[in-house]
């Protein structure tokens, strides 16, 4: 796999230092635990066991639903936590984990990762802009991380676009200069399509029909509807519970733990120590439950590339004390009045 390569003449030297004693660490823990337990050797197994493992709880809590088993507020957070197992399973797959010298299985893997989040953009897409991510987190080109809402100041509109990411998108386009607008146009649009372009027409589609069904109750008059509609929408319904509403969960969850674990605008490019901090506070224990402990074991991924999902799990409690005795920030809430910067001080967002 490999790991970033450090820019040394922008990181300064302590933190260079830093960084060589955290990355031997964490190798040297996943070294350890690779030789305790011989199973983990047998990467591409794991991964597909976790991938099928994952489609049959998404599918039996569906099933368990349309037979009358589940409710409705157990059907959507369930179908969640299994969807955030195939999150980590994508970002394992951009990074190459899985089946790295069978070009059919992996690609037959990141297709069903992708159709398991039909609200995502296409992971070959996404491969590029994590690719670059990694190279230049919390920079001004790390489209990856400012189209999740990284470093724009707190408030309605940014919960909304972490929620909404079509929205987020949209929002993106209308700041690029127009002359380069529709070349963004285009490339947005190649990258939904066409799970994610299916899955946000629809899902705005049904927000329309209720909040115009909504006002019309309220106003006293009656929607003449086609009757497309009419014989559709107990379909929609359905839909809401097992397709919109853990997407919406989950992809929630992941963005606002991750826009707000990483650092954006007032740091060394490549520095891993100012990247990102260990979010993993109580209070977050909610969105962690559907992005599978992202706050709490991303930043050891950003020091050592190698280790899939699980793995990084595994390593965390050895990876956050060589962390947290090399500088590597815990539980920066103020991170959230200062638009992601790094620096206490804080720095107005770019336009």
């Known amino acids: 796999m490999g790991t970033t390569r450090i820019k040394q003449n922008l990181i300064n030297a302590e933190d260079q230092k830093r960084i060589v004693v955290i990355k031997q660490a ?58 955030s197992f195939t999150h980590e399973l994508e970002h394992d797959l951009i990074h190459y984990m899985y089946f790295r010298k069978n070009k059919f299985m992996h690609n037959l893997m990141m297709v069903l990762v992708w159709i398991c989040r039909p609200s995502t953009i296409n992971p070959w897409a996404r491969r590029h802009l994590h690719l670059h991510h990694h190279k230049h987190s919390g920079t001004a080109t790390d489209l990856e991380e400012r189209a999740i809402t990284n470093g724009e100041k707190m408030s309605p509109l940014r919960l909304l676009m ?85 997407n919406l969960l989950r992809s ?3 963005n606002f733990i991750s826009s707000n674990m990483h650092y954006f605008g007032d740091i060394e490019d490549g520095n891993f120590v100012q990247q990102c901090q260990v979010l993993n506070h109580k209070m977050f224990l909610i969105p962690h439950l559907f992005c599978f402990n992202f706050g709490s074991t991303h930043a050891i991924h950003h020091f050592v590339v190698r280790d899939p999902f699980y793995i990084r799990q595994m390593t965390a409690k050895v990876g956050h004390e060589v962390m947290k005795a090399n500088g590597v920030r815990f539980n920066d809430l103020g991170t959230f009045k200062r638009a992601n910067r790094w620096s206490e001080r804080g720095v107005a967002p770019a336009a």
């Not at 047998?42 to 368990?64: K, V």
């Not at 027409?201 to 909504?214: I, Q």
């Open 26 to 83: 964490i190798f040297a823990e996943g070294d350890r635990l690779r030789a305790k337990y011989p199973i983990l050797a047998h990467q591409d197994a794991i991964g597909m066991a976790i991938l099928l493992g994952s489609m049959a709880g998404i599918a039996g809590t569906g099933w368990a639903y349309l037979q009358g088993f589940l409710a409705w507020y157990v059907t959507i957070p369930v179908i969640a936590v299994f969807m």
């Open 162 to 246: 972490m929620l909404d990411l079509e929205l987020s998108v949209v929002l993106r386009i209308l700041k690029v200069p127009k002359g380069k607008r529709l070349l963004a146009i285009t490339k947005g649009a190649i990258g939904n399509f066409p799970l994610a372009s299916a899955f946000w027409v629809s899902w705005h589609a049904y927000v329309a029909y209720w909040a115009v069904e909504s006002a019309s109750v309220l106003l006293g008059f009656s929607v003449p509807w086609p009757a497309l509609v009419t014989e559709n929408i107990a379909l929609a319904n359905t839909l809401a519970v097992l397709v919109f509403g853990p």
């Open 252 to 254: 929630f969850s992941i």
